[in-house]
Protein backbone atom coordinates (compact mmCIF):
# COMPACT_ATOMS: atom_id res chain seq x y z
CA UNK A 1 0.00 0.00 0.00
CA UNK A 2 0.85 3.54 -0.38
CA UNK A 3 3.29 5.60 2.63
CA UNK A 4 2.41 8.25 4.18
CA UNK A 5 4.50 10.01 6.77
CA UNK A 6 4.30 12.68 9.47
CA UNK A 7 6.38 14.68 11.30
CA UNK A 8 7.16 15.35 14.14
CA UNK A 9 5.45 12.44 15.66
CA UNK A 10 5.44 13.77 18.93
CA UNK A 11 5.67 17.28 20.29
CA UNK A 12 5.12 19.26 23.64
CA UNK A 13 5.32 23.06 23.47
CA UNK A 14 3.93 25.79 25.69
CA UNK A 15 0.94 27.53 25.38
CA UNK A 16 1.12 30.43 23.15
CA UNK A 17 3.17 29.01 20.65
CA UNK A 18 2.41 27.87 17.16
CA UNK A 19 3.54 23.96 16.06
CA UNK A 20 3.45 23.07 12.68
CA UNK A 21 2.70 19.58 11.27
CA UNK A 22 4.01 18.15 7.61
CA UNK A 23 2.19 15.22 5.77
CA UNK A 24 3.77 13.54 2.84
CA UNK A 25 2.87 10.85 0.82
CA UNK A 26 6.21 9.46 -0.11
CA UNK A 27 5.10 7.09 -3.18
CA UNK A 28 2.12 9.20 -4.92
CA UNK A 29 0.55 12.52 -5.48
CA UNK A 30 -2.41 13.51 -3.35
CA UNK A 31 -4.92 15.27 -4.91
CA UNK A 32 -6.59 15.36 -1.61
CA UNK A 33 -5.22 15.29 1.82
CA UNK A 34 -7.45 15.47 4.90
CA UNK A 35 -6.30 16.37 8.85
CA UNK A 36 -8.30 15.12 11.45
CA UNK A 37 -8.36 15.17 15.21
CA UNK A 38 -8.68 12.47 17.75
CA UNK A 39 -9.33 12.09 21.31
CA UNK A 40 -8.11 9.41 23.81
CA UNK A 41 -10.98 6.73 23.17
CA UNK A 42 -12.95 8.73 20.59
CA UNK A 43 -13.62 8.47 16.78
CA UNK A 44 -11.72 10.57 13.97
CA UNK A 45 -13.30 13.90 13.34
CA UNK A 46 -12.65 15.20 10.31
CA UNK A 47 -11.58 19.01 10.44
CA UNK A 48 -10.30 20.03 7.32
CA UNK A 49 -10.08 19.03 3.68
CA UNK A 50 -6.56 20.21 1.76
CA UNK A 51 -6.81 20.36 -1.95
CA UNK A 52 -3.19 21.40 -3.75
CA UNK A 53 -3.22 24.85 -4.46
CA UNK A 54 -6.41 25.95 -3.45
CA UNK A 55 -7.69 27.17 0.15
CA UNK A 56 -8.72 24.56 2.70
CA UNK A 57 -12.27 23.36 3.37
CA UNK A 58 -12.83 23.55 7.36
CA UNK A 59 -15.50 21.30 8.86
CA UNK A 60 -18.11 23.19 10.72
CA UNK A 61 -16.77 24.48 13.90
CA UNK A 62 -13.24 24.44 13.09
CA UNK A 63 -11.32 28.02 13.34
CA UNK A 64 -9.85 28.43 9.89
CA UNK A 65 -7.66 31.09 11.69
CA UNK A 66 -6.38 29.01 14.38
CA UNK A 67 -5.73 25.66 11.97
CA UNK A 68 -4.11 26.91 9.41
CA UNK A 69 -3.55 24.37 6.33
CA UNK A 70 -0.99 24.88 3.73
CA UNK A 71 -1.31 22.06 0.53
CA UNK A 72 1.86 23.33 -1.82
CA UNK A 73 2.19 20.30 -3.18
CA UNK A 74 0.88 17.20 -4.07
CA UNK A 75 2.84 15.66 -1.91
CA UNK A 76 2.96 17.41 0.94
CA UNK A 77 0.40 19.55 3.45
CA UNK A 78 0.92 20.76 6.48
CA UNK A 79 -1.37 21.44 9.54
CA UNK A 80 -0.32 24.70 11.97
CA UNK A 81 -2.04 24.97 15.40
CA UNK A 82 -1.69 28.92 15.85
CA UNK A 83 -1.63 29.85 19.06
CA UNK A 84 -1.70 26.50 21.07
CA UNK A 85 -3.44 26.39 24.27
CA UNK A 86 -4.02 22.70 26.15
CA UNK A 87 -7.53 22.18 25.23
CA UNK A 88 -5.46 21.75 21.75
CA UNK A 89 -3.78 18.95 23.06
CA UNK A 90 -4.90 16.17 20.77
CA UNK A 91 -3.87 13.01 18.20
CA UNK A 92 -3.38 14.70 14.36
CA UNK A 93 -4.06 12.42 11.77
CA UNK A 94 -3.54 12.81 8.16
CA UNK A 95 -4.83 11.20 5.18
CA UNK A 96 -4.38 11.16 1.51
CA UNK A 97 -6.47 10.29 -1.39
CA UNK A 98 -5.22 9.97 -4.90
CA UNK A 99 -8.60 11.82 -6.00
CA UNK A 100 -11.49 10.56 -8.29
CA UNK A 101 -10.00 8.18 -10.57
CA UNK A 102 -11.26 5.42 -8.48
CA UNK A 103 -14.54 7.50 -7.16
CA UNK A 104 -15.21 7.05 -3.22
CA UNK A 105 -13.50 3.71 -3.46
CA UNK A 106 -10.21 5.16 -3.61
CA UNK A 107 -8.68 4.02 -0.63
CA UNK A 108 -7.36 7.17 1.68
CA UNK A 109 -4.01 6.22 3.26
CA UNK A 110 -3.05 7.40 6.59
CA UNK A 111 -0.28 8.71 8.25
CA UNK A 112 0.93 7.75 11.29
CA UNK A 113 -0.27 10.77 13.60
CA UNK A 114 1.11 13.34 15.46
CA UNK A 115 0.50 13.56 19.54
CA UNK A 116 0.43 17.24 20.11
CA UNK A 117 0.77 17.82 24.13
CA UNK A 118 0.68 21.92 24.99
CA UNK A 119 1.37 22.30 28.30
CA UNK B 1 -28.31 12.35 7.10
CA UNK B 2 -25.48 10.38 6.41
CA UNK B 3 -23.88 7.96 9.00
CA UNK B 4 -22.32 4.64 10.46
CA UNK B 5 -23.11 3.14 13.59
CA UNK B 6 -21.05 0.45 15.12
CA UNK B 7 -23.45 -0.92 17.48
CA UNK B 8 -20.69 -2.36 20.14
CA UNK B 9 -18.12 0.19 21.85
CA UNK B 10 -16.23 -3.23 23.06
CA UNK B 11 -16.14 -6.21 22.24
CA UNK B 12 -13.87 -9.16 24.67
CA UNK B 13 -13.18 -12.53 22.92
CA UNK B 14 -10.78 -15.59 23.70
CA UNK B 15 -8.25 -16.59 21.78
CA UNK B 16 -9.16 -18.66 18.65
CA UNK B 17 -12.77 -17.91 19.29
CA UNK B 18 -14.54 -16.07 15.92
CA UNK B 19 -15.00 -12.17 16.10
CA UNK B 20 -17.56 -10.22 14.82
CA UNK B 21 -17.68 -6.58 15.30
CA UNK B 22 -20.90 -5.00 13.69
CA UNK B 23 -21.53 -1.90 11.45
CA UNK B 24 -24.51 -0.42 10.46
CA UNK B 25 -25.03 2.43 7.80
CA UNK B 26 -27.69 4.33 7.20
CA UNK B 27 -28.32 6.31 3.39
CA UNK B 28 -30.38 5.91 0.20
CA UNK B 29 -27.20 5.90 -2.01
CA UNK B 30 -24.57 3.28 -2.64
CA UNK B 31 -21.43 3.81 -0.08
CA UNK B 32 -18.33 2.55 -0.50
CA UNK B 33 -17.42 0.70 2.55
CA UNK B 34 -13.90 0.68 4.44
CA UNK B 35 -12.91 -0.89 7.67
CA UNK B 36 -10.06 -0.08 9.12
CA UNK B 37 -7.60 -0.47 12.25
CA UNK B 38 -6.04 1.54 14.68
CA UNK B 39 -3.25 0.34 17.02
CA UNK B 40 -2.81 2.36 20.17
CA UNK B 41 -0.91 5.71 19.39
CA UNK B 42 -0.75 5.21 15.73
CA UNK B 43 -2.36 5.57 12.32
CA UNK B 44 -5.14 3.79 10.97
CA UNK B 45 -4.39 0.50 8.24
CA UNK B 46 -6.82 -0.51 6.10
CA UNK B 47 -8.25 -3.51 6.62
CA UNK B 48 -10.71 -3.97 3.47
CA UNK B 49 -13.24 -2.25 1.57
CA UNK B 50 -16.26 -2.71 -0.15
CA UNK B 51 -17.04 -0.82 -3.64
CA UNK B 52 -19.60 -2.79 -5.12
CA UNK B 53 -17.79 -5.64 -6.65
CA UNK B 54 -18.04 -8.97 -4.67
CA UNK B 55 -20.08 -8.37 -1.66
CA UNK B 56 -18.11 -11.02 0.19
CA UNK B 57 -15.01 -8.91 0.90
CA UNK B 58 -11.36 -10.85 2.05
CA UNK B 59 -8.61 -8.71 3.95
CA UNK B 60 -5.71 -8.72 5.85
CA UNK B 61 -4.80 -10.62 8.45
CA UNK B 62 -7.88 -13.07 8.16
CA UNK B 63 -10.26 -10.58 7.94
CA UNK B 64 -13.57 -10.48 5.70
CA UNK B 65 -16.60 -8.68 5.91
CA UNK B 66 -20.28 -8.74 4.24
CA UNK B 67 -21.68 -6.03 2.40
CA UNK B 68 -25.65 -7.01 2.84
CA UNK B 69 -27.98 -3.60 0.97
CA UNK B 70 -31.05 -5.36 2.29
CA UNK B 71 -30.05 -5.09 6.52
CA UNK B 72 -27.44 -2.07 5.33
CA UNK B 73 -24.89 -3.61 7.31
CA UNK B 74 -21.41 -4.65 6.46
CA UNK B 75 -20.42 -6.66 9.68
CA UNK B 76 -16.18 -7.44 10.00
CA UNK B 77 -15.86 -11.13 10.73
CA UNK B 78 -12.69 -13.76 11.45
CA UNK B 79 -12.70 -17.16 12.04
CA UNK B 80 -10.40 -17.20 15.39
CA UNK B 81 -8.88 -14.12 17.31
CA UNK B 82 -4.59 -13.78 17.57
CA UNK B 83 -3.95 -11.64 20.37
CA UNK B 84 -2.18 -9.38 18.14
CA UNK B 85 -5.56 -8.80 16.29
CA UNK B 86 -6.40 -6.96 20.04
CA UNK B 87 -7.14 -3.03 18.70
CA UNK B 88 -9.31 -0.36 17.42
CA UNK B 89 -12.00 -0.95 14.15
CA UNK B 90 -13.67 1.66 12.93
CA UNK B 91 -16.30 1.46 10.55
CA UNK B 92 -16.15 4.05 7.53
CA UNK B 93 -18.10 4.82 4.15
CA UNK B 94 -17.60 6.96 1.51
CA UNK B 95 -19.91 8.08 -1.05
CA UNK B 96 -18.96 9.46 -5.06
CA UNK B 97 -20.56 13.02 -4.58
CA UNK B 98 -18.40 13.96 -1.31
CA UNK B 99 -15.03 14.76 -3.00
CA UNK B 100 -13.57 11.90 -0.62
CA UNK B 101 -14.66 12.40 2.77
CA UNK B 102 -14.96 9.72 4.87
CA UNK B 103 -17.51 9.00 7.68
CA UNK B 104 -16.14 7.10 10.40
CA UNK B 105 -18.07 5.10 13.30
CA UNK B 106 -17.97 5.83 16.46
CA UNK B 107 -15.12 2.70 16.49
CA UNK B 108 -15.46 -0.87 18.59
CA UNK B 109 -12.45 -1.71 20.89
CA UNK B 110 -11.14 -5.26 20.70
CA UNK B 111 -9.95 -6.97 23.56
CA UNK B 112 -8.24 -10.58 23.03
CA UNK B 113 -7.74 -13.06 26.27
CA UNK B 114 -5.08 -15.77 26.68
Request: glycine residues 8%; charged residues 15%; hydrophobic residues 35%.
Amino acid sequence: GAVVSQHPSRVICKSGTSVKIECRSLDFQATTMFWYRQFPKQSLMLMATSNEGSKATYEQGVEKDKFLINHASLTLSTLTVTSAHPEDSSFYICSAWKGSSGGAGETQYFGPGTRLLVL
Amino acid sequence: AQSVTQLDSHVSVSEGTPVLLRCNYSSSYSPSLFWYVQHPNKGLQLLLKYTSAATLVKGINGFEAEFKKSETSFHLTKPSAHMSDAAEYFCVVSYDNQGGKLIFGQGTELSVKP
